[in-house]
Every structure is written in C-alpha cells, then in structure tokens.
C-alpha cells in the first residue's frame, strides 16, 4: 500500500509541477506578445507625435496642386516649407509668437491661408491639417464637394508690399512702389531691383481685343439686350472656344461697357472704380500672384494678407528628383 501512496504521490507531484511549468510558459509567451504589440505601437504614436511637431513648429512637407506657380513650381511637386521663417504657428492656423522680428521679404515664395476657403469648422480644419501634415502630405481629407482637393493653403510669391499701388492692364502688371511718383511696370521694377524673373505671361496681347468683345456682350446680356454691334460679335468669334484666359480683365471690362450702356448702375459703377483704382496695398500685408499669370487665383482677386495667416516660407522642391533643388 505504502509503495501505491508512494507512486500515486510522485505522479500528481510530476503532474501539478508539470502543469505549474506549461502555465508560467504561457504567461511568458502572452506577456512577450503584448509586450511587442505595446512597443510597435509605442512607437508608432511617438513617431506620428515628432512628425505633427516637426511639420507644426520646424518644417512642412506640401504637395503643389494648382498650376498656379508655373513654371517655378509644377502641380504634384513636393516641396519643403520652413514654418520658422515669419514666427511659429502655435496650433494650424493659430495665433503665431516669435514673430516680431520675421518678417515677408518681397519676392519670397510663401505659403498661406486660402482667404476664400469655405471652413467646415474648426474642429475639421484642424483635425484635416493633422492628417495632411501627419501622413506627410500623403493624405487630404479636406475635399471639395465635387471630390476634388480643397485648397486650405495657397503657395504664391509675395509681389506688392505695404504702400504699394498696383494696377492690371491686360493682364500686365504695373506697381507704384512708396516713394514713386507714377507706376512701373512689373518686368522693369524687378530688373532694376534684382528679383526674380520667373513671373510669366502665356497669353499674347492680341487676345485681348477678344476677350473685351466677348465681355462687353455678357455686359450687353445683362441689361437684357438680345442684340449687339456685329463688330464685337467678329471680334469675339475670334477667340471662339477658348476659356476665359484673364477672369480679372474679363470682369473689368465687363463692369466697364455695363457703365457705358446703364450709367446709373450703381453696382456696375462701384464694380468697375474699384479695378480702375487698383489695389492699394496696407502696411503689414502682402498681394501674393502666382508667377503663372494667366493661370492663378491669387490677390487680383481676393485682395492683399495680412502677415499673420502667412504660415511658412518654400526652401527647395524635394521632388521629382530630377527637378529637385532649391525655389527660386
């Protein structure tokens, strides 16, 4: 009996000691996986974390998506924006601080606020610039509602500065700069001050007799006319089945004739003072335009920013690689 207890003894003492061993190896092996799971993600949340960071205080990467800055900047570029160079955004598109001493130089390419961008609410706008900016610019959930890419920031070169007055003349530009006595044309101030040339025309003049033609017959449209001189109509015939090149020419001359054909129009009248005037632009702002002229949604048409919804400066085009480099 004694030898029986003896063996019965030794199996459950193998047994239980066997079982404890089988228990403390699957406790390891869970613990190990979970471990593992836990450091990936660890790791994970530290690196989106440095990403929003860098890209929120130090630099942004940004994809082109307008052909706005052609040919300097080409749509699907990948640039480097520095968000140091005018102060540092405490949140996206919040207040900047250590901006006292930066300030926009003319001719710098820079990055900001589409002043007619249509918000979703703040909580959206700034959840999408998470995404934008932790995603490296690989992801936009910011879309207009026909599903293509809203345009929260516009990249532009900055071109008048405060006290300048600058006018359009068939598409050309003209700046009085502080100081002169009568305007200047674009190409001339910026050789004999050293800027860029890169600012480029693709219409020709001769376009343009067209393009009036064909506003004066929207304007002829408007005051409910279903006639018009047939030298307007040959005129614009000319152009027949082009788009509409320069949209700021095309309402100012349209705001024009409608003054000829209706001078009690005080809308018309209202409309058509202010493109005669110009655009005067106010210290502490800048009028960005697209280096692309004939092709861009810029000041001429929203008027001048002010210097705090300028958030970064471009540096280089980081991609395609064979056009990689600093921006002009």
Avoid: C
């Amino acid at each position: 009996m004694d030898k029986l207890y003896s063996f019965l003894e030794r199996k459950t003492e193998s047994y239980l000691t066997h079982k404890k061993a089988v228990k403390a190896t699957l406790k390891a092996e869970k613990h190990g996986f979970w471990a593992e799971v836990w450091s990936w993600l660890d790791a994970f949340i530290f690196a989106i974390v440095a990403v929003l960071l860098i890209n929120q205080f130090l630099f942004q990467l940004f994809v082109i998506p307008s052909p706005s800055m052609v040919d300097t900047i080409n749509v699907g570029d990948r640039v480097v924006v520095s968000k140091m160079s005018y102060g540092t955004e405490v949140y996206p598109a919040g207040p900047k601080i250590f901006d006292s001493s930066k300030r926009v130089q003319r001719d710098d390419i820079i990055t900001f606020y589409n002043p007619e961008y249509e918000s979703k609410g703040p909580l959206f706008d700034i959840l999408s610039q998470i995404v934008y900016m932790g995603t490296l610019s690989l992801v936009n959930i910011d879309r207009n509602p026909d599903g293509t890419m809203a345009e929260r920031l516009f990249v532009k070169r900055a071109s008048g500065f405060g006290s300048d007055q600058v006018y359009f003349e068939d598409g050309n530009v003209l700046i009085r700069p502080a100081g002169y006595g009568e305007s200047i044309d674009e190409q001339t101030f910026r050789s004999e001050n050293g800027y860029s040339d890169a600012p480029s025309r693709l219409l020709d003049s001769s376009y343009y007799p067209g393009l009036q033609a064909w506003a004066r017959l929207y304007a002829l449209q408007d005051a409910g006319m279903t006639s018009a001189p047939n030298h307007l109509i040959s005129s614009y015939q000319e152009i027949t089945g082009s788009q509409v090149g320069d949209l700021y020419e095309f309402s100012k001359e349209r705001y024009l004739y409608s003054t000829l054909i209706d001078p009690s129009d005080r809308e018309a009248r209202s409309s058509y003072s202010r493109y005669r005037a110009g655009i005067y632009v106010p210290e502490g702002y800048v009028l960005p335009l697209g280096d692309n002229r004939d092709n861009s949604r810029d000041g001429r048409y929203f008027g001048p920013v002010s210097e705090d919804v300028i958030n970064g400066k471009v540096l280089f085009r980081f991609w395609p690689l064979n056009r990689a480099g600093a921006v002009e």
